[in-house]
Nanobody, 116 residues
Framework: QVQLVESGGGSVQAGGSLRLSCAASAKMFGVAGMGWYRQAPGKGRELVAHITRNGTTSYADSVKGRFTISRDNAKNTIDLQMNSLKPEDTADYFC??????????WGRGTQVTVSS
């Protein structure tokens, strides 16, 4: 069964850091690009970061220089290191697998809250 399971969300003050992880089934991890979207209350889903199976990364302008996406092929995980967090980063964060423009699979999401 194909699964994506996120972990690492929580609450933090502005300027703090959080690290999100997404564990994927081996079949999915080996062939797909992966990444993170987020959805803030009352807003649409926004692409945050993407990493190809070869490790090429891309980021939304709003998080460049603050967030880093990485993948661990041995553990079948991708991580999102989030530094210098801002209140506007508050959202539900969703891991996905597949093309960034039309993902094939989604995790259930993990909540990130940044207080000022």
């Amino acid at each position: 069964q194909v699964q994506l399971v996120e972990s690492g969300g929580g609450s933090v003050q502005a300027g703090g850091s959080l690290r999100l992880s997404c564990a994927a089934s081996a079949k999915m991890f080996g062939v797909a690009g992966m990444g993170w979207y987020r959805q803030a209350p009352g807003k649409g889903r926004e692409l945050v970061a993407h990493i190809t199976r070869n490790g090429t990364t891309s980021y939304a302008d709003s998080v460049k220089g603050r967030f880093t996406i990485s993948r661990d092929n041995a553990k079948n995980t991708i991580d999102l290191q989030m530094n210098s967090l801002k209140p506007e980063d508050t959202a539900d964060y969703f891991c996905y697998s597949g093309p960034y423009y039309y993902p094939d699979y989604w995790g259930r999401g993990t909540q990130v809250t940044v207080s000022s």
